[in-house]
């Protein structure tokens, strides 16, 4: 008689493949959707847990839940995703007795990536999956038990809560950027825009958008003179132009207010304005910003002297133009990053 080789369930399988495509941030379905229907299939299961069907699915949905948040935390920007992970991984949790943990040392599963959490975690709801799984890798059977290790289960479910603790604050939270006073404003209290632009032009992580956001600030708090409002508002301009994967709603905020603070309704009888010379890439943004405030030191720009005058420079309908591309960018990473407006204005 032959014996029937295990297999997995095909949504289970779909699973995988549509999880698989997240995790490797190359997804062909809505992720934001997708992980909510996991989180709330997660959440399901704790109903179950008392039954030997629940316990396995309380393996599989910590290990998937696990896998999956630095995505959550990383690449969408939704608070009701944040919560319901937060929720099921904390009932989770709250069944988990570390200290039960009796595996030798070294006999839990490590350096796990992502993609092969989202295959051992779908494979670990079901009998026919976890056979197959084990199958496929060739686990012993004690192997296979150490995925239901309390102990184990425990661990990623803690490290689960507090990266997403950490990206809730960084995505939603107060960002503090008072540090770059030291760095931007001068002893005698004059910006320095040059060291401003020579910031953007380092990666977003630690300048551009920190950078961006320090901007908006001073402009809402009116601390800067009027000769440096072009350079600070280009500041924050240019800070949110080349973010290219869209900054998080803890900048955002702020950003949006500044902008807000820009007249749309103008009109002057310029026919062209200095920036639109100086637009089509990050280089000739930057020379023609620190070439206004340093000429002496920058004596390159790509801005024309028929239309270097400050008077174009200031005109508001320069300002309005800017501000219209900033609420453009600002209404793509709210597509493209998700989550409720709420999130995005509280």
């Not at 030191?297 to 591309?325: I, M």
Request: aromatic share 8%; with cysteine.
């Amino acid at each position: 008689m032959i014996e029937e080789t295990p297999t997995l369930p095909d949504d289970h399988r779909e699973l995988i493949s549509d999880l698989s495509g997240i995790v490797s941030d190359y997804p062909y379905t809505d992720p934001e959707s997708a992980l909510a229907v996991l989180a709330d299939d997660a959440a399901d299961a704790l109903r179950r847990v008392a039954t030997p069907e629940g316990r396995r699915e309380r393996t599989g949905y910590t290990i998937l839940l696990h896998g999956t948040c630095w995505y959550v935390g990383a690449r969408i920007f939704s608070k009701s995703l944040f919560a319901s992970y937060t929720r099921a991984l904390d009932g989770f949790r709250a069944q988990l007795d570390r200290a039960s943990c009796t595996c030798p040392a070294g006999a839990h599963p490590a350096d796990l990536d992502s993609e092969y959490q989202v295959e051992a975690g779908v494979s670990m709801l079901t009998e026919a999956g976890r056979a197959a799984f084990a199958e496929d890798y060739g686990l012993e059977e004690e192997e296979l038990a150490a995925f239901d290790c309390e102990g184990f289960l425990a661990g990623l479910a803690d490290e689960a809560l507090d990266r997403l603790h950490e990206a809730h604050q960084q995505l939603f939270g107060g960002i503090d950027v008072s540090h770059l006073d030291t760095q931007f404003v001068r002893d005698d209290g004059r910006l320095d825009v040059v060291a401003m632009q020579e910031a953007i032009g380092r990666s977003w992580e630690d300048n551009t958008g920190p950078v961006a956001l320090w901007s908006a600030r001073r402009w809402l708090a009116g601390q800067v003179r009027d000769e440096e409002r072009i350079g600070l508002f280009l500041s924050l301009w240019m800070g949110m132009a080349q973010t290219y994967e869209g900054l998080p709603p803890s900048y955002a905020r702020d950003l949006a207010a500044a902008v807000a603070t820009i007249d749309l309704d103008v009109s002057c009888e310029h026919p062209q304005h200095p920036w639109s010379t100086a637009d089509s890439t990050v280089r000739s943004r930057y020379r023609a910003v620190v070439h206004l405030y340093a000429p002496d030191d920058h004596p390159d720009t790509p801005v024309p002297a028929e239309l270097s005058a400050r008077e174009l420079w200031e005109c508001p309908v320069q300002y309005a133009q800017l501000a219209r591309q900033a609420l453009e960018n600002l209404q793509g990473w709210r597509t493209m990053r998700g989550g409720d407006d709420e999130d995005w204005e509280a």
